[in-house]
């Protein structure tokens, strides 16, 4: 059961962008902090692929077919996760999930939003 709320998805031409949210209706600050937040694509019959992740020092990690035009950051005031998606091609389509990881390794995901890239 999807715990975390994402949002943001839709349809954009090439070359658009777009902004996905996710949030924790439930975590607390100090919780949120401390967690890993990550973003995965999963496109039909494959499995999710990691796009790019947060930790709490700060690190961020990217796919390399993202890099340069994806950003990932957190709002600890919000507690809400994005990902800027920017120069968005047609092999970006897939849903685009969130996951949390907390300090002792219990996972939580979204139920998905769908990015589509096309004229």
């Known amino acids: 059961q999807a715990q975390l709320v994402e949002s943001g998805g839709g349809l954009v031409q090439p070359g658009g962008s777009l902004r996905l949210s996710c949030q924790d209706p439930?975590?607390?600050?100090?919780?949120?902090?401390?967690?890993?937040w990550a973003w995965y694509l999963q496109t039909p019959g494959n499995e999710r692929e990691l796009v790019a992740e947060s930790t709490p020092s700060g690190t961020t990690t990217y796919a390399d077919s993202v890099k340069g035009r994806f950003t990932i950051s957190r709002d600890n005031a919000k507690k809400r996760v994005y990902l800027q998606m920017n120069s968005l091609k047609p092999e970006d389509t897939a849903v685009y999930y969130c996951?949390?990881?907390?300090?002792?390794?219990?996972?939580?995901w979204g139920q998905g939003t769908q990015v589509t890239v096309s004229s």
């Open positions: 439930r975590i607390i600050s100090s919780v949120f902090w401390g967690n890993i």
């Open positions: 996951k949390s990881t907390d300090s002792r390794g219990t996972v939580r």
